[in-house]
């Protein structure tokens, strides 16, 4: 990554190389489930927005370790949203 790249650099979950903010998705437990958005209350885990980072996220257990959750997570809408198939898809 260059270093004059402006503004927040977060890491991703799945393949935990840096990036730019704007190039990752923010992921944040609602409810047992896994919720996408940037104005999620609580803490969030960053993900590039393809199949293979949410792959290697969940085969890691990725998303409870960086949110501090012991439990299983529904994981659903996160992969709806990554197939375009999820009502969120266009909110992003």
């Given at each position: 990554m260059?270093?004059?790249v402006l503004g927040p650099v977060?890491?991703?979950v799945g393949c935990r190389k840096r990036a730019p903010q704007g190039q990752l998705i923010r992921v944040a437990q609602e409810g047992g489930?896994?919720?996408i958005g940037r104005e999620a209350?609580?803490?969030g885990a960053w993900l590039?927005?393809?199949l293979?980072?949410?792959g290697l996220a969940e085969r890691r257990s990725a998303f409870g370790r960086a949110l501090g959750i012991a439990g299983p997570l529904d994981s659903t809408a996160l992969a709806c949203h990554?197939?375009?198939q999820g009502p969120q898809a266009s909110a992003l």
């Open positions: 260059s270093p004059d977060r890491t991703c489930a896994l919720r209350a609580g803490r590039h927005p393809t293979q980072c949410f990554l197939e375009g």
